[in-house]
């Protein structure tokens, strides 16, 4: 019994919501290492990417939602994504062919085109604001839980309870069935072949006829796909406003440096070392530690190894010794 | 080339006259950052004051007030001075509303503040900090400090019988402020804190700071930080978790919105926000509905009355300057004198032209002690049926 009680607080506090926060960020560093590999840049406005492509997603939800339209005990939002994607889709184009396709074609060095993105960043941050302002905006619907702590407790009659939001729930399946498409794509497709060949060798691609023009404008369309995907899902599960999007890309380029920049495998990885290191390095074991061992054993303390104040220098202490010891992270990436 | 001289020569004299009828006023507020969503409503606050005192043309003769807004970003020490040098060399503003998070507000203060002799009213800057700081008596705040709050939320809870809580606060000067004064207090009345974990505001996830707060254990967690922000998010994961059910909230909670999103999950929870009762917040709510934005937003009436102040002061020292400002705040504010409620800024402005005392009572019953400070009365509230009940006022 006491071990179930370690075991479910141990689930409810630490396996769950870092298994969902880590598909999250998987799937925003997966967006980030792809332009990394194929236009060869660190993309700084990812973040926002994500948030205006939410954005859109919000905006034909609610538009679904006074149509009446729902998904029963799934949130409409899921309906809502092909838009959000189809927005960010047509901005990232429009981007590019308006500001990236210049540099490109002068050859520019990365730094300068991290700059850009840089600007670029801002842009779409104050888009988002102007269009949708900047407080939060909730358009979760369908049930909250599938399983809510109080029910839990009831049903199986120990002292921990054990909750399972849906949305953490879908992120997780929605995360496993995007990451599986896009690799089919990338190993299985003609065009998938020639993302991977340019990116592997530009000069070389290009004289065996790949397109760069076309390989360019499929990155940016998967790429707007995965940030809305990642978006949108963490909207649903946490809440969205768009500072926090912003914020979200410091632990996104971690993430994918980890892995390994320029490595999908690397990126998903790496959202999940990242996420899972933030809540482990700074759980308090009092509680799990108290159902495992003898009374006369029982910790007074929290015995906790750092403080959640230092959550985030977890993540980056992380990063700093996988840079010391490889520098193209763990799964073999480009150096960076 | 003598022509183009005296033509040049001409307009400058044009352009300084027409200056010399504007007395500018600094509104620094977080208008992008954390309390992005709190700025508008506080800024619109403040301006309605000023346009009243235009308005009313009552006001020193031939000036006109205008405001100027400025980024404090409520987070960036860097950008806020940036943007309140840039007003006081600049736009030359004469006295400067704001700024608004308590960190910042420092930073304008001996940057900017001090050095160029411009007084500033803060209408939420609410860290105990700032009564400590040098401020040459060019400070002064509207909001009252949380060192006071503090002790009347440990009240509450000892009041309540709960003995043991876990404390989380927002990771900047007002959340370390009013954790450290709420800390001492409560442990004085005999209450056990079990944990005590800071958050950052604008994250997503706040799983690993919920985890070690449900491990620690305690009756209530107590909240201080933002309604739209860290705290929001902290109650939204403990809720999740089933960490905590009853929550004890700060000002910063207070809002609309938390009950709007939470709503009947936090039934019960209960906090204490500075609060004015009486004619005065009534007959702001009204102006504030004429003039097309809604008062029920935190500090909107701190707002108004920090720039209701500026004006009355500059009024009473009969030139619209800094050195004015900052020499008749006190007296505007405080007793003896006609009392002063919001839209009746246009009488103050006679009274005080016929050589009649003022006390600025504005939404908020303004009292400022010796180093400026209003003392505040808080309104303890509990949540029922997903709506604020109050308690009792302390």
Request: proline share 4%; glycine share 10%.
């Amino acid at each position: 019994m006491d071990l179930l009680n370690a075991l479910v607080a141990l689930a409810n506090f630490v396996l769950i919501p870092a298994l969902a926060y880590g598909s999250q960020l998987a799937l925003g560093a997966l967006g980030v290492t792809l332009i990394y590999a194929v236009l060869r840049f660190s993309n700084f406005a990812h973040g926002d990417t994500m948030a205006i492509g939410t954005m859109v997603t919000i905006l034909a939800t609610w538009a679904l939602q006074s149509l009446g339209v729902s998904l029963g005990p799934l949130p409409t939002a899921l309906l809502a994504i092909p838009f959000g994607i189809a927005g960010a889709a047509v901005l990232l184009l429009l981007t590019d062919r308006v500001v990236y396709r210049f540099y490109r074609a002068q050859k520019a060095k990365p730094v300068i085109l991290v700059i850009v993105s840089m600007g670029v960043m801002f842009i779409y941050n104050g888009m988002t604001r102007f269009i949708i302002g900047p407080d939060d905006q909730s358009f979760a619907d369908g049930e909250r839980f599938l399983i809510s702590a109080r029910d839990f407790k009831a049903w199986s009659g120990l002292d921990e309870g054990l909750a399972l939001k849906s949305t953490q729930a879908i992120t997780v399946v929605t995360a496993i069935i995007v990451v599986a498409i896009v690799f089919w794509f990338l190993t299985h497709t003609r065009t998938g072949k020639s993302m991977r060949a340019y990116s592997d060798n530009e000069d070389l691609a290009l004289l065996s006829g790949i397109s760069p023009e076309t390989v360019v404008r499929v990155t940016w369309i998967i790429v707007a796909a995965l940030a809305v995907v990642a978006g949108t899902l963490y909207g649903l599960d946490k809440s969205y406003k768009p500072f926090t999007y912003f914020q979200l890309l410091l632990p996104i380029f971690a993430s994918a440096i980890v892995g390994g920049i320029g490595s999908p495998v690397g990126a998903i990885a790496g959202g999940f070392v990242i996420a899972f290191s933030e809540v482990l390095f700074t759980y308090a074991w009092k509680k799990v530690l108290g159902y495992l061992l003898p009374e006369t054993l029982q910790p007074d303390g929290l015995v906790q190894l750092l403080s959640t104040d230092y959550k985030f220098a977890v993540s980056f202490v992380i990063l700093i010794i996988v840079l010391l010891f490889r520098p193209t992270g763990l799964f073999r990436g480009k150096s960076v | 080339m003598k022509k183009w001289l005296l033509a040049s020569a001409a307009s400058l004299l044009a352009t300084g006259a027409v200056t010399a009828e504007d007395a500018r006023i600094g509104v620094i507020l977080g208008f992008t950052g954390p309390i992005e969503s709190l700025t508008p409503g506080m800024a619109a606050s403040a301006e309605l004051a000023l346009s009243e005192v235009n308005d009313s043309g009552a006001f020193l003769t031939g000036i006109t007030l205008v405001p100027e807004r400025a980024d404090s970003t409520c987070i960036d020490a860097a950008a806020a001075t940036a943007a309140a040098e840039r007003l006081v060399t600049t736009d030359g503003v004469l006295a400067i509303m704001g700024a608004d998070c308590s960190g910042v507000t420092g930073a304008v203060l001996s940057n900017v503040a001090v050095p160029n002799g411009v007084p500033m009213i803060s209408p939420s800057a609410t860290s105990p900090a700032l009564s400590g700081a040098e401020d040459n008596g060019l400070f002064f705040r509207t909001a009252p400090s949380d060192a006071r709050q503090g002790e009347v939320l440990a009240q509450i809870l000892i009041e309540r019988d709960i003995g043991s809580v876990a404390v989380t606060y927002t990771n900047n000067d007002y959340g370390k402020g009013f954790a450290d004064s709420f800390e001492a207090a409560y442990a004085e009345l005999g209450g056990e804190i079990t944990l005590t974990s800071p958050h950052e505001d604008g994250k997503g996830d706040y799983s690993a700071e919920i985890g070690a707060l449900a491990s620690a254990g305690g009756d209530v967690l107590v909240v201080l930080g933002y309604s739209d922000q860290g705290g929001k998010g902290m109650i939204q994961a403990a809720l999740d978790t089933g960490a905590f059910d009853t929550f004890a909230m700060g000002d910063g909670m207070y809002s609309d919105a938390l009950l709007a999103d939470l709503g009947g999950d936090i039934d019960g929870s209960f906090g204490s926000v500075p609060w004015a009762e009486g004619e005065g917040a009534e007959a702001f709510s009204a102006l504030a509905s004429k003039a097309g934005f809604t008062a029920e937003s935190s500090y909107t009436r701190e707002s108004y009355d920090a720039a209701a102040l500026i004006a009355l002061a500059m009024m009473k020292g009969a030139e619209a300057s800094s050195a004015a400002v900052a020499a008749n705040v006190l007296d505007v504010a405080n007793a003896p004198g006609e009392p002063i409620l919001p839209g009746e800024l246009g009488k103050a402005l006679k009274i005080i032209a016929e050589g009649g005392e003022i006390d600025y009572v504005g939404a908020t019953d303004v009292e400022l002690g010796d180093s400026g400070e209003a003392a505040g009365s808080y309104r303890y509230y509990e949540i029922t049926d997903g709506a604020f009940s109050t308690v009792s006022f302390k």
